[in-house]
T-cell receptor
C-alpha cells in the first residue's frame, strides 16, 4: 500500500520559536495533502488542505499566518508552526489521497510540545 | 457538510466477547464511510471502508461493518475481541476531498 511519512515524529520547542513538520508521500504523487490536528483524547480536526503549486485552503478558525503550509512538490508538504505557544502543543497528522477521492493514507503523526 | 456521530465515548468488553461500535452519519446521498483505529501515540490505520455495493463490508483484523441506510448507521463489529484490539476507533465520512471524523470511541479490553 501507499506510504506517507512525517518528520519529525516528535519535537519539543520553546515558546516563540517556529517548527517545521514535513509530510511526504513515499511511493506516489499527491497534488493534495491534508493537515489535521488532534488534541489529547480528542478527534482529528482538519486544519487545512495543501495544494501543490497553489495556496493552501484553511478551515475556519485556523490562522493561516500562524500555520504556514507549503506544498513544494508532488511528494512533499510542510507545515510550519510560527511563534509557537503552549496551546499549539498537539498531535499533527497529515494525509494524502491516492486514486482520486477514495483512498487516503495517513502519516504516523508528529507530536509537538511547546514549553 | 457530511458528518458522523459516535455515541459511545468509552466501551469496555471482555476478551473473547463480541464488539459493536456505533456510528451514525448525516448525509442525504450515499456517503463514503470509513473506520480507522489509532493506538496510543500512533497514526491512523484504515480498518475498512464503504462506498457502494454490498452493505456488509469486511475489513482487516477480523472487523466488519454494516451500512444501514434506514438507520443512517455504519456500525463496526467483531465477533471475538482480543486484548490487542484496545485502542481508539474513529468513524469518518468523506466530505469533499477530506475526512470528517467522529469524536472516537475508546475501547478497553478486560481479561
Amino acid at each position: 500500500g501507499a506510504v506517507v511519512s512525517q518528520h519529525p515524529s516528535w519535537v519539543i520547542c520553546k515558546s516563540g520559536t517556529s517548527v517545521k513538520i514535513e509530510c511526504r508521500s513515499l511511493d506516489f504523487q499527491a497534488t493534495t495533502m491534508f493537515w489535521y490536528r488532534q488534541f489529547p483524547k480528542q478527534s482529528l480536526m482538519l486544519m487545512a488542505t495543501s495544494n501543490e503549486g497553489s495556496k493552501a485552503t484553511y478551515e475556519q478558525g485556523v490562522e493561516k499566518d500562524k500555520f504556514l503550509i507549503n506544498h513544494a512538490s508532488l511528494t512533499l508538504s510542510t507545515l510550519t508552526v510560527t511563534s509557537a505557544h503552549p496551546e499549539d502543543s498537539s498531535f499533527y497528522i497529515c494525509s494524502a489521497p491516492l486514486g482520486g477521492r477514495s483512498e487516503q493514507y495517513f502519516g504516523p503523526g508528529t507530536r509537538l510540545t511547546v514549553t | 457538510a457530511q458528518s458522523v456521530t459516535q455515541p459511545d465515548i468509552h466501551i469496555t468488553v471482555s476478551e473473547g466477547a463480541s464488539l459493536e461500535l456505533r456510528c451514525n452519519y448525516s448525509y442525504g446521498a450515499t456517503p463514503y464511510l470509513f473506520w480507522y483505529v489509532q493506538s496510543p501515540g500512533q497514526g491512523l490505520q484504515l480498518l475498512l471502508k464503504y462506498f457502494s455495493g454490498d452493505t456488509l463490508v469486511q475489513g482487516i483484523k477480523g472487523f466488519e461493518a454494516e451500512f444501514k441506510r434506514s438507520q443512517s448507521s455504519f456500525n463496526l463489529r467483531k465477533p471475538s475481541v482480543h486484548w490487542s484490539d484496545a485502542a481508539e476507533y474513529f468513524c469518518a465520512v468523506l466530505s469533499g476531498y477530506a475526512l470528517n471524523f467522529g469524536k472516537g470511541t475508546s475501547l478497553l479490553v478486560t481479561p
